[in-house]
């Protein structure tokens, strides 16, 4: 794929649509990203805004993974969500929304379930897999399927006011580790606590800076560790795995 921005880029130009992207990852940053391939696997809370700010940064190929359609209880947190759309699946809206903001990029919706038949798959050819589940065993899954394509993983979940995020690289401690000791229910704590808008938000853009990072090699990912946030008490922490 080659487009009036890239060909800019690669004159050494900062095309104007992400001149403020100039001063944290440069002309050669910009033109990885619009050269990279990244996988949104949900796309709902985490996955939607993940969407959105994947798309206005310029990441070239983004392949949206959904075969969840739209409910009103989404209406207060998930940005790709809205009064017309109900029924609507999440994939399918993720396409128009990204076209709406950048042409220049190609998001391809996959409206149905990443399960043990696909994975390998739909996640092949990837750099990197964004984890915006929701429950303990396709996130197993997609964390298996990663590991053995050697594709790089960013992973979120969040409950009330609380989120983590870390990010998995080939060979590291993964979500077999992680989540050791499983509850009886394959979903978390979000169950009681709820889902506020705010707190998807800050955990997918958390997300969205760990994949710029892990794609333009600008700075230092959440890698053997967690991010571990309540915003309810003001709490940031970096907790060892």
Do not use: W
Not at 128 to 143: E, Y
Not at 218 to 230: A, M
């Amino acid at each position: 794929m080659s487009t009036a921005s890239m060909e800019l880029l690669r004159a050494g130009q900062m095309p104007e649509r992400y001149l403020r992207n100039a001063g944290t990852i440069g002309v050669a940053g910009q033109l990885k990203l619009l050269e990279s391939k990244v996988a949104v696997v949900g796309a709902g809370g985490l996955g939607g805004m993940v969407l959105e700010l994947l798309a206005r940064m310029g990441v070239g190929y983004i392949k949206v993974i959904d075969g969840d359609s739209f409910a009103p209880h989404n209406l207060n947190r998930q940005v790709l969500a809205t009064e017309s759309n109900m029924g609507q699946n999440k994939a399918e809206a993720a396409v128009a929304r990204a076209a709406a903001v950048n042409s220049e990029i190609t998001v391809e919706a996959i409206p149905y379930r990443l399960d043990e038949s696909n994975s390998l798959e739909l996640l092949a050819g990837m750099d990197v897999v964004v984890d915006a589940l929701d429950n303990f065993s396709d996130r197993i899954l997609l964390g298996d399927t990663a590991a053995l394509l050697g594709v790089p993983l960013v992973h979120a979940a969040i409950a009330g006011f609380v989120g983590q995020v870390m990010t998995i690289l080939p060979g590291d401690k993964g979500f077999h580790h992680l989540f050791k000791n499983l509850p009886t229910s394959d979903r978390g704590v979000e169950t009681v606590l709820g889902n506020p808008a705010a707190t998807p938000a800050l955990a997918a853009s958390l997300q969205v800076q760990e994949v710029v990072k892990l794609l333009t090699g600008c700075g230092e990912p959440i890698r053997n560790k967690l991010l571990f946030f309540d915003t309810q008490y003001n709490v940031f922490e970096l907790l060892d795995i």
